[in-house]
């Protein structure tokens, strides 16, 4: 049974770029949240996708986008990057009736020169 | 102002010792999950506690939840290099998706 997958592992842009990270959720979940996460921080919430919906936003800029299909695999697209957005990015999948249980993939490594 | 404070930031301890850690906050939560996260990689679920005063085990961790699901701790029976990593809580509010997460405990487990 395959966990939680994402990709690329790595990505190196340049400000004002333009970067789609991808996730797959583990088998038979349906939510799919995104984090980022700051070296030394703990991970903060972007948003979450339920039935190809936006269920849920942290405090990001509209420059953070997402994107739920069908078979529940998810994307992230950021805008014009700046160098502050330079983190980890991790994808977490759930199942919505679940209890805060959320498996979390290995994230994607953004930098931005 | 961070919603859950985790203490002690750091620990470095020897192998065959035991420890505690923290997670700590004024809001009440549905549940509460523990991480455990190594470098460049992503958090690896080790409990999740729902219920106030809750105390689950798994192997040498222990987890417990307050009474008043507000805090939580973790505590590791003879702890080996393997268990070296970053702790993280992460909780979860009634009616919300998100994880609010603790900044972590850094452990170090020295042989």
């Known amino acids: 049974d395959a966990g939680v997958t994402q990709s690329p592992t790595h990505l190196i842009k340049t400000r004002g770029q333009q970067v789609t990270l991808r996730c797959s959720p583990k088998?038979?979940?349906?939510?799919v949240s995104w984090y980022q996460q700051a070296l030394g921080q703990g991970p903060q919430f972007i948003f979450q996708?339920?039935?190809?919906?936006?269920?849920q936003r942290g405090n990001f800029p509209d420059r953070f986008s997402g994107h739920q299909f069908p078979n529940y695999s998810s994307e992230l697209n950021v805008n014009a990057l700046l160098l502050g957005d330079s983190a980890l990015y991790l994808c977490?999948?759930?199942?919505?009736?679940?209890?805060?249980?959320?498996?979390f993939g290995p994230g994607t490594r953004l930098l931005v020169l | 102002t961070q919603l859950l404070e985790q203490s002690p930031q750091f620990l470095s301890i020897q192998e065959g010792e035991n420890l505690t850690v923290y997670c700590n906050s004024s809001?009440?939560?549905?549940?509460l999950q523990w991480y455990r996260q190594e470098p460049g990689e992503g958090p690896v679920l080790l409990v999740t506690?729902?219920?106030?005063?809750e105390v689950k085990k798994l192997k040498r961790l222990t987890f417990q939840f307050g009474d008043a699901r507000k805090d939580s701790s973790l505590h590791i029976t003879a702890a080996q290099p393997g268990d070296t990593g970053l702790y993280l809580c992460?909780?979860?509010?009634?009616?919300?998706?998100?994880?609010?997460f603790g900044k972590g405990t850094k452990l170090s487990v020295k042989p």
């Open positions: 977490a999948s759930s199942l919505v009736s679940a209890w805060g249980t959320q498996y």
């Open positions: 088998s038979g979940h349906d939510t």
């Open positions: 996708y339920y039935e190809e919906e936006e269920r």
């Open positions: 809001s009440v939560f549905s549940s």
């Open positions: 506690v729902v219920t106030g005063g």
């Open positions: 992460a909780g979860a509010r009634g009616g919300q998706g998100n994880l609010i």
